[in-house]
């Protein structure tokens, strides 16, 4: 025994001599069995994104980080906007010799497609977990089934609650509206609204909690909805002959920030001024987006969401070392916050370098800290 605290003590660096045998071997071994595996899960995140495209960027950046801490082997993947590269992607991972697979792979219900990601790797021992977009619609359902149903290796998902996004972007964007006066000569604040993908749940959620905030207020119309595919070029595009059909439009939606600055480039290219003759919301915390938020660009901006990722891992951490999903296992949390300009200039500050190591991941875990009842995935919760 004497010789195994030797050993320890060495490894760690530390002088036994200086402390007590037994109350040192006692902490290191609690240490250790709180401490992430030294064996460490291979986990694959199939990223839809474009591996240029700063949102799904960030997102990668942040599972990183987490993936550091909780002792994970992250790879990933990015399918590059394609959805038919995403089944590809699958299809191959699927067919890599058992000792090459990963333990878990992560991936997004865009574009509808979990489904058909769970029927691929249901031919495997790879455990499968959704991020970002789960499954919503009726025939989702009905071809995925439930988590640990049809395809018992479905571990479960973790999505923001983007119908909330959408809702507090659409009610401040009215709110600035109202503040600035831009109402038609019908007395009414027009709005136009461009939108991602009508395929993917988390873009559909956000399209319904906007036209939830327009449908309650009574001073508010919209006027028409265009779905630009999450491109600046085409939302700039769309948005110019959107100003030519309704010139009484002054605020203008959009599901995200590159969206937003195309039709930003739009206005301003009729001779517009953006911040006062005419109104913008987004979504996203990119650099560009923040600096928007801090000079009046943009008159809303929700964010937060970035790091569905991150918080699957730790998810995943907890159901490997035996805590498995109690709050359910499809969970929605509002990880979407409204950024005002002064978190705008708090998250440059701390994570616009895209730097998420002094996120404490591990404070998150319920595995790691048993007194915590609630996962708390929250935008207020790290931008502190």
Known sequence: MSRLINALAAIHGVKVFAMKRWSYLLSLICALLMSPPLWASNILFINPGKHDELYWQTASSAMQAAARQLGFQLEVSYAERDPLRMVEIAKLVAARAPQQQPDVVIFSNDHGLGPEM???????????????????????????????????HWLGSLVPDAHDAGYLTGKMLL????????????GKLHVLAIAGDRSTPSSAQRNLGMKKAIAESADAVLDQMVYAN?????????????????????????????????????????GGVVGKTALFSAFNSSPAAMAAM???????????????????LVLIYDYLHGKDFTEGLEMERPMFGLITPQMAQHYQDRYGSQHFADIDFKSYSKALNPALKRYQFSLDTWLK
Not at 233 to 239: D, G, I, L, V
Not at 304 to 309: F, I, M, R
Request: a positive charge; glycine letters at 8%.
């Open 294 to 312: 801090q000079n009046g660009r943009l008159s809303a901006l929700a964010g937060g969401h970035a790091l569905a990722g991150a918080w699957s």
């Open 175 to 186: 709110a600035q509206g109202r503040k600035a006066k831009l109402y038609a000569a019908d």
């Open 230 to 270: 999450w491109q600046q070029s085409k939302a700039m595009e769309q948005a110019s002959w959107l100003y030519e059909r309704y010139p009484q439009a002054k605020l203008v939606w959009s599901g995200s920030d590159l969206m937003a600055f195309g039709a930003m480039q739009s206005w301003e290219a009729r």
């Open 118 to 152: 769970l029927k691929v790797f249901s031919t495997t021992k790879i455990k499968c977990f959704m991020a970002f977009s789960g499954i919503l619609s009726a025939d989702d359902r009905y071809l995925a089934g439930v988590p640990r149903d049809k395809y018992p």
